[in-house]
């Protein structure tokens, strides 16, 4: 179980943005703790002042820096810190460079409502990773207003144990290196083993096509304090409190 709140930090230049976006998040998470920043160097004291657990990062930034070179920073300290980049555009190229870089979820904030984008963050504050439709592809998943059909698991795939734990690492962008450190194993292992394995069952070859495909089916996958080890109880959260 948690037990402090989410710290969220939005970085994005326009203050009216910002401001809805608080709004909405506020909706979604009554009890975070949410930090803003208008730049990058603003981002970077924000970063020091507190553990972030999801940052909302705005690409087109004024100044020098994007929130692309500030997703970098996060993945060069090795932070475990969420991150979801907000733009205008959706071009799949853009796209797929900010996965690449280790972001786990990308949001186009020119959506035609306000519902659709609150059900965006909910996609994300939900532990499954949102991605345009031009993304993910034809037929792919969108947040979709609550229905009767129950929501696909990672489980329902076969998927479980440190398997499991290795999936919710790799959703959360973070690098083999992370990965392995959480798990309490060798890097090596992650890239021989688990990887592989996880490429297998989705039937995909590389991280960014995994991300894709965990977006394009609505795929929860669980936080690590609530996946069970093979044959065994709830394993302890490894190293992260949420």
């Not at 991150?83 to 280790?102: F, H, N, P, T, Y």
């Not at 963050?121 to 059909?149: E, K, M, Y």
């Not at 297998?200 to 996946?227: A, N, Q």
Request: with cysteine; net charge neutral; hydrophobic share 40%.
């Amino acid at each position: 179980m948690s037990d402090r709140n989410l710290i969220i930090l939005i970085l994005e230049d326009q203050g009216l943005v910002r401001a809805g976006m608080r709004e909405l998040i506020q909706i979604s998470e009554p009890q975070a703790r949410i930090l803003e920043a208008s730049s990058y160097e603003e981002a970077l004291v924000r970063l020091e002042e507190a553990r972030v657990d999801i940052a909302f990062l705005d690409i087109d930034l004024k100044g020098a820096r994007s929130g692309l070179d500030f997703l970098r920073q996060l993945r060069e300290r090795e932070l475990d810190t969420r991150a979801i980049m907000l733009s205008g555009r959706s071009d799949k190229d853009v796209v797929m460079e900010c996965l690449r870089e280790g972001a786990s979820g990308y949001i186009v904030k020119d959506m035609e409502s306000d519902g659709l984008f609150r059900r965006a963050l909910d996609t994300v504050f939900q532990g499954s990773v949102f991605l345009p439709a031009n993304v993910i592809g034809r037929g792919g998943f969108s947040p979709t207003p609550p229905s009767t059909q129950a929501p696909v698991t990672a489980e329902s795939l076969g998927i479980s144990g440190r398997a499991l734990e290795a999936l919710y690492w790799v959703c959360q962008g973070l690098p083999n290196k992370a990965i392995a450190r959480h798990m309490g194993i060798e890097e090596g292992t992650v890239r021989k083993d688990y990887l592989p394995r996880l490429f297998r069952i989705f039937k995909v070859v590389r991280r960014t096509e995994l991300l894709i495909e965990v977006s394009r089916r609505g795929i929860h996958v669980p936080r690590p304090d609530s996946v069970p080890p093979e044959g065994g109880a709830p394993a302890p959260a490894p190293g992260i409190r949420h």
